[in-house]
């Protein structure tokens, strides 16, 4: 045993080790520090190791697929790409909450510092794994770590009803996905992904085609539970409004970039081989249309009755789920480009979004849509920043938004599904109406106060990352999509050179 762990080659891990090393130090050090004493530089020994973990990615980005653990640990381009998202994000909202996050009453610094450590290492786990047993680990860290965070203000009634309806729903959610696995455990006799792969045709054609179909089934409800798909989204409206701003900002980019990850690599690696049967074309890929169309279609209509922004922004990413679903459901000839695209696209307008819904949020002390009135006479590169952003996540030329949602449009209409690109493109018009009536406050309205919004040199940094990703994104793509398109995607999914056992 000894031996064989002594031949692993653990650099490969190097990202989760610091993360893990980090996450450690800082509960050690916030039992020993004295109540009295200041937790924000915790914060900042969180963020060197976010930054840290992410240089280490950054600097390997490309490198050749390595395989660990018998097979159930991989780095390939696709986690690689993931995680590139997962720690970016992760840094972003770490400096946001270091410069706002005294205002929005979080007292337990020390442990929400851990907390978001613990919950990037699981989204980590997540998009290296090729097991389904350090699959679901890795998710359960990042949702029982969400569901902490979600009611860290355990002062307020509605964080407490938030974490409340985000643990209950989300158990259930896991205990379809524990279930949905079981059955492919049954039917395989494995819990290697690429193992599994290999068997699942044949227990589809040796008369258990029944249980295949189901276990898809029952992942994919747990699935569509996670990124906040329709029919299973309505616990996100509610931990939206009800968590701390920055928390909200990390549920709608690091958790949900994660979510498509473990639902990219569990739905390709194990049922594509089914494609030779045509089950794919004939049940998954309208199953998947589906909940895609069907969230795009309620996360918009319903997002025009919101008031409340933070509510708004949770059926506006219920209505994004949707559209990021799609390459994946079509096989597009660009899917992890243009998925991967959108993704970083989605980071960094909806962090810069929600980095001005802090400031505007805690001006007013509240999260209505009138606390943006007037916004552009009291602080006019505010607005205007804020205009920008918006106007990317309505898809709007030249934005980084717009040409997201073009690449994952053209995945539909080159596979011929056209229905669902004609429900991408109507629903995107729609969402002009509540994407604009952030501008009608701003520039219509009157301001009920005069004095310009005072920003924090966190939060301001924050917001021009993404005002600069949003405009550098829409004007030069091309260069992000060619650095995507030089990655061996082929290489997650083809199995290891030593297949590993049973």
Same mark, same amino acid.
């Given at each position: 045993?000894?031996?064989?762990?002594a031949?692993?080659?653990?650099s490969?891990?190097?990202?989760?080790?610091?993360?893990?090393?980090?996450?450690?130090?800082?509960?050690?050090?916030?039992?020993?520090?004295?109540?009295?004493?200041?937790?924000?530089?915790?914060?900042?020994?969180?963020?060197?190791?976010?930054?840290?973990?992410?240089?280490?990615?950054?600097?390997?980005f490309?490198?050749?697929?390595?395989?660990?653990?018998?097979?159930?640990?991989?780095?390939?381009?696709?986690?690689?790409?993931f995680?590139?998202?997962?720690?970016?994000?992760?840094?972003?909202?770490?400096?946001?909450?270091?410069?706002?996050?005294?205002r929005?009453?979080?007292?337990?610094?020390?442990?929400?510092?851990?907390?978001?450590?613990?919950?990037?290492?699981?989204a980590?786990?997540?998009?290296?794994?090729?097991?389904?047993?350090?699959?679901?680990?890795?998710?359960?860290l990042?949702?029982?770590?969400?569901?902490?965070?979600?009611?860290i203000?355990?002062?307020?009634?509605?964080?407490?009803?938030?974490?409340?309806?985000y643990?209950?729903?989300?158990?259930?959610?896991?205990?379809?996905?524990?279930?949905?696995?079981?059955f492919?455990?049954?039917?395989?006799?494995?819990?290697?992904?690429?193992?599994?792969?290999?068997?699942?045709?044949e227990?589809?054609?040796?008369?258990?085609?029944?249980?295949?179909?189901?276990?898809l089934?029952?992942?994919?409800?747990?699935?569509?539970?996670?990124?906040?798909?329709a029919?299973?989204?309505?616990?996100?409206?509610?931990?939206?409004?009800?968590?701390?701003?920055?928390?909200?900002?990390?549920?709608?980019?690091?958790?949900?970039?994660?979510?498509?990850?473990?639902?990219?690599?569990?739905?390709?690696?194990?049922?594509?081989?089914?494609?030779?049967?045509r089950?794919?074309?004939?049940?998954?890929?309208?199953?998947?249309?589906?909940?895609?169309?069907?969230?795009?279609?309620?996360?918009? +209509?319903?997002?025009?009755?919101?008031?409340?922004?933070?509510?708004?922004? +949770?059926?506006?990413?219920?209505?994004?789920?949707?559209?990021?679903?799609?390459?994946?459901a079509?096989?597009?000839?660009?899917?992890?480009?243009?998925?991967?695209?959108?993704?970083?696209?989605?980071?960094?307008?909806?962090?810069?979004?929600?980095?001005?819904?802090?400031?505007?949020?805690?001006?007013?002390?509240h999260?209505?849509?009138?606390?943006?009135?007037?916004?552009?006479?009291?602080?006019?590169?505010?607005?205007?920043?804020?205009?920008?952003?918006?106007?990317?996540?309505?898809?709007?030329?030249?934005?980084?938004?717009?040409?997201?949602?073009?690449?994952?449009?053209?995945?539909?209409?080159?596979?011929?599904?056209?229905?669902?690109? +004609?429900?991408?493109?109507?629903?995107?018009?729609?969402?002009?109406?509540?994407?604009?009536?952030?501008?009608?406050?701003?520039?219509?309205?009157?301001?009920?106060?005069?004095?310009?919004?005072?920003?924090?040199?966190?939060?301001?940094?924050?917001?021009?990352?993404?005002?600069?990703?949003?405009?550098?994104?829409?004007?030069?793509?091309?260069?992000?999509?060619?650095?995507?398109?030089?990655?061996?995607?082929?290489?997650?999914?083809?199995?290891?050179?030593?297949?590993?056992?049973p």
């Amino acid at each position: 045993m000894e031996k064989a762990l002594a031949h692993i080659d653990w650099s490969a891990m190097t990202p989760e080790l610091i993360l893990v090393t980090a996450a450690a130090l800082l509960i050690v050090l916030e039992l020993l520090l004295p109540d009295e004493t200041s937790r924000d530089w915790l914060g900042w020994l969180a963020l060197l190791a976010v930054v840290g973990a992410g240089t280490y990615v950054a600097v390997h980005f490309g490198a050749a697929t390595v395989d660990l653990l018998q097979g159930s640990y991989r780095t390939d381009p696709v986690a690689q790409s993931f995680k590139l998202v997962l720690l970016g994000g992760t840094a972003l909202i770490l400096l946001l909450s270091l410069s706002g996050g005294n205002r929005e009453g979080i007292r337990a610094r020390g442990e929400y510092y851990f907390l978001l450590l613990a919950a990037v290492l699981g989204a980590s786990v997540m998009t290296s794994s090729a097991d389904l047993v350090t699959l679901f680990v890795g998710l359960e860290l990042l949702s029982i770590s969400s569901y902490i965070l979600a009611g860290i203000r355990k002062q307020r009634t509605d964080a407490n009803e938030a974490a409340w309806k985000y643990v209950v729903l989300g158990g259930v959610s896991s205990a379809f996905i524990l279930y949905g696995m079981s059955f492919v455990y049954g039917l395989t006799g494995s819990t290697n992904l690429f193992v599994v792969q290999q068997r699942i045709v044949e227990a589809y054609q040796t008369g258990y085609a029944p249980f295949v179909l189901l276990s898809l089934f029952l992942m994919m409800l747990g699935f569509g539970f996670k990124i906040a798909a329709a029919p299973f989204h309505m616990w996100a409206p509610d931990v939206y409004q009800g968590s701390p701003t920055s928390v909200t900002a990390f549920l709608a980019v690091v958790s949900k970039t994660a979510a498509f990850a473990l639902v990219t690599r569990v739905v390709l690696v194990v049922y594509l081989q089914l494609i030779q049967l045509r089950v794919w074309e004939e049940i998954i890929t309208p199953l998947l249309l589906v909940i895609a169309g069907a969230s795009m279609i309620v996360g918009n +209509a319903v997002a025009l009755r919101q008031t409340n922004v933070k509510r708004l922004m +949770a059926y506006s990413g219920i209505a994004q789920a949707g559209y990021v679903l799609v390459p994946l459901a079509s096989l597009g000839m660009t899917l992890f480009e243009s998925t991967l695209f959108y993704l970083l696209a989605y980071l960094l307008m909806t962090v810069g979004v929600f980095a001005v819904i802090m400031v505007v949020e805690r001006d007013a002390e509240h999260g209505e849509f009138s606390a943006f009135a007037g916004l552009y006479r009291r602080s006019p590169l505010v607005a205007l920043t804020m205009t920008l952003l918006v106007l990317s996540l309505a898809g709007i030329p030249v934005t980084a938004g717009f040409f997201g949602k073009f690449y994952l449009l053209i995945n539909a209409i080159a596979t011929q599904h056209f229905w669902i690109a +004609a429900v991408m493109v109507v629903t995107t018009v729609v969402s002009y109406f509540y994407y604009f009536e952030f501008i009608r406050q701003m520039y219509f309205r009157p301001a009920p106060k005069g004095n310009p919004l005072a920003i924090p040199i966190g939060t301001a940094i924050v917001i021009g990352i993404g005002v600069i990703g949003t405009v550098g994104l829409g004007l030069f793509p091309n260069a992000v999509l060619h650095a995507l398109g030089q990655l061996k995607w082929v290489e997650v999914l083809s199995v290891p050179q030593a297949p590993p056992g049973p």
